[in-house]
């Protein structure tokens, strides 16, 4: 069966986006296709139908695919915790922690998990596209890769190499790649892209030629900006760090970026919304006080990042908007934040023992080794949702009896307190059904004006499918991957 590898020259030159792209590109042209990312490193991760959890990315490639994201689609999941250790996610199951001293001998033993996905899928499609990680010129890292050469060698895949213009040196970028890299790594390369062009790709002729001349390679395409990207949920925590233009005349909802934030995409679909305005707020600075709502977000360490919201300053900043008697909403981590206590008995996240919350809402929560995996929907504000779980942990108290949102199955999810102001729920990717949001919005004095969220990704998905046949050699492409 047939199959193509995207890597790149560094993070974050596009490769997510070029794989959605070309996966939509493909259906539209009447082939079965399946993503395929061999290791992911991300904590925004989405559950699967069968029961696990992969990177956020290979689910909206997923959707670019027209099919359901299943835990094949990205096998080796690394899970970021502290600033040497990251939890270790195999088949969409948590499998335990890696650090850096066990990091090269563990990740060359995942391969054959790896290359059981992906015979899986293979059996399942007529083409497969595979994303890199990183860029297979961090050479350092190449004994026992799975991500870059060493997968795309063991399965004998072709490779295209993305390259990012908008950064600068792109030619010395992929020229270097093939200088540095394995001669046998190279030769898996057949030709490259260059993405994130603004302007006329006329003027980059001389140094597209230059890049064919200096490595042999054929050049595939010149993608120009994509600016439906900017309707898709975004996969790596740096865009968060990147600014922001500020309106005065938009409802602002503010969401502190935490060190370990984690499915901070929740807040995509009310970024689209024209009358709001999302504030990611950096380390370093204050919450606005014009916040008409804060959210705290999920984590992959909440006693760790409740820390770094003391020490940032930041619960001084929202105890400030609770008097002030505006809304805070607590979805996941940030919902065990604003309760009396959080209890680690077992040491999931660090050090065994409990540390005061935020105080906000009168529950409390214990950690435990179980982590709820679960697609799931209920009512809330009195619309129907659709949406996920993802958490260990299990919160009690009061506040519990008023909850946040009743489920399918009947069972109550998170907690308000008295006078409704305070919110939590365990429940992601609630702002993704229509009703709901507007619901919420109304309830915040604004008003909804996106319309359907899925309605809206799936359009953005075929306006890049359409730029990327219109900029690149599709059906060079799409003949490599056959050959």
């Known amino acids: 069966m047939a199959a193509i590898m995207f890597q790149g020259t560094g993070s974050d030159v596009g490769k ?65 915790q502290a600033d040497r250790t990251s939890q270790l996610i195999v088949h969409g199951q948590l499998r335990g922690s890696l650090g850096t001293g066990n990091f090269r001998a563990a990740r060359g033993e995942l391969l054959d998990a790896v290359m059981d996905s992906y015979a899986r899928l293979k059996a399942q499609c007529d083409i497969v596209v595979v994303e890199g990680a990183g860029s297979p010129a961090e050479v350092n890292l190449r004994a026992g890769d799975i991500a870059n050469m060493g997968f795309a060698r063991a399965a004998d895949v072709p490779v295209i190499l993305v390259g990012d213009i908008d950064r600068g040196g792109v030619i010395a970028a992929i020229a270097g790649t093939k200088a540095v890299i394995d001669p046998a790594d190279a030769a898996m390369i057949r030709g490259f892209l260059i993405n994130k062009f603004r302007g006329d790709p006329a003027l980059f002729e001389d140094g597209y030629r230059h890049i064919e001349r200096l490595t042999g390679w054929r050049g595939f395409g010149v993608i120009p900006w994509l600016t439906a990207a900017a309707r898709l949920p975004s996969e790596d925590a740096v865009v968060l760090e990147r600014g922001q233009a500020r309106s005065g005349d938009r409802l602002t909802i503010a969401c502190p970026i935490l060190p370990r934030i984690a499915n901070f995409d929740d807040l995509d679909p009310l970024k689209l919304e024209p009358g709001v305005e999302v504030v990611m707020v950096p380390p370093g600075q204050p919450i606005p006080a014009e916040a008409a709502l804060i959210v705290l977000p999920g984590s992959k360490a909440t006693i760790a990042d409740l820390q770094a919201v003391r020490d940032q300053g930041w619960d001084i900043d929202i105890r400030a908007h609770h008097r002030r008697g505006r809304p805070i909403l607590g979805i996941c981590g940030g919902y065990q934040m604003l309760g009396r206590r959080i209890a680690d008995p077992d040491g999931i996240e660090g050090p065994c023992g409990s540390v005061e919350g935020l105080g906000l809402l009168d529950v409390e929560t214990r950690l435990t080794p179980v982590k709820t995996l679960e697609r799931t929907g209920g009512t809330a504000l009195g619309q129907a949702f659709s949406g996920y779980e993802m958490h260990v942990g299990l919160t009690e108290g009061k506040d519990c009896a008023r909850p946040f949102a009743i489920m399918d199955d009947g069972r109550a999810d998170g907690a308000s307190d008295r006078g409704g102001s305070v919110c939590g729920t365990y429940v992601h990717g609630l702002f993704g059904s229509t009703s709901l949001r507007a619901a919420f919005l109304e309830r915040l004095g604004g008003k909804s004006m996106l319309g359907d969220y899925q309605a809206s990704v799936n359009d953005a998905l075929d306006a890049i499918a359409a730029q990327l046949e219109e900029h690149v050699d599709m059906t060079a492409m799409i003949d490599l991957a056959t050959a």
């Open 16 to 80: 997510s986006l070029l794989v959605a792209g070309f996966c939509r590109a493909l259906l539209r042209r009447g082939h079965s296709v399946l993503p395929f990312k061999p290791q992911n490193m991300s904590n925004n991760a989405a559950v699967t139908v069968d029961g696990g959890e992969i990177g956020r990315a290979q689910a909206l490639q997923a959707m670019a695919a027209g099919v359901a994201p299943h835990t094949d689609m990205n096998p080796v999941l690394l899970k970021p």
